[in-house]
Nanobody, 120 residues
Framework: QVQLVESGGGLVQPGGSLKLSCAAS????????MGWYRQAPGNQRELVAVMTDGASTSYVDSVKGRFTISRGDAKNTVYLEMNSLKPEDTGVYYCTGGGSDWRLWGMRYWGEGTLVTVSS
C-alpha cells in the first residue's frame, strides 16, 4: 500500500505562483509514475501533469508553459510548480501514483487533495 500526502495549496491572486508538494510512503517500489489531477467545482477530474520514472512528462494543454512537474531525487516526492495562475486553475489538486500500466488502468494511489483557489 502507498500513502500520498499533499501540501502547498492555498489562495493566490491571478498571475501568482504556487508550488504543490507530495510525499509518498509505503510500498513506493510499485510506483512508476506520479502525477497531479485536479477537480474544479462542477467539473470532472482531469489529469494536469504526470511524470514517469524515465523522466517523461505530459501536461494538459491548458497548463503547458505555466506548470512544471518534477520529482525528488529519492523518487518518493513529486512537485507541481504553478506559475501565471488563472481563476480557471481553481480546484482540488490530487497527488497520484501508478504502475507502468497507469495509462491502461489508471492511477492506483490517490492523496486526499489540496485546495488551490485563484482569486483576487
Amino acid at each position: 500500500q502507498v500513502q500520498l500526502v499533499e501540501s502547498g495549496g492555498g489562495l493566490v491572486q491571478p498571475g501568482g505562483s504556487l508550488k504543490l508538494s507530495c510525499a509518498a510512503s509505503g510500498s513506493i517500489f510499485s510506483i512508476n509514475a506520479m502525477g497531479w489531477y485536479r477537480q474544479a467545482p462542477g467539473n470532472q477530474r482531469e489529469l494536469v501533469a504526470v511524470m514517469t520514472d524515465g523522466a517523461s512528462t505530459s501536461y494538459v494543454d491548458s497548463v503547458k508553459g505555466r506548470f512544471t512537474i518534477s520529482r525528488g531525487d529519492a523518487k518518493n516526492t513529486v512537485y507541481l510548480e504553478m506559475n501565471s495562475l488563472k481563476p480557471e486553475d481553481t480546484g482540488v489538486y490530487y497527488c497520484t501514483g501508478g504502475g507502468s500500466d497507469w495509462r491502461l488502468w489508471g492511477m492506483r494511489y490517490w492523496g486526499e487533495g489540496t485546495l488551490v483557489t485563484v482569486s483576487s
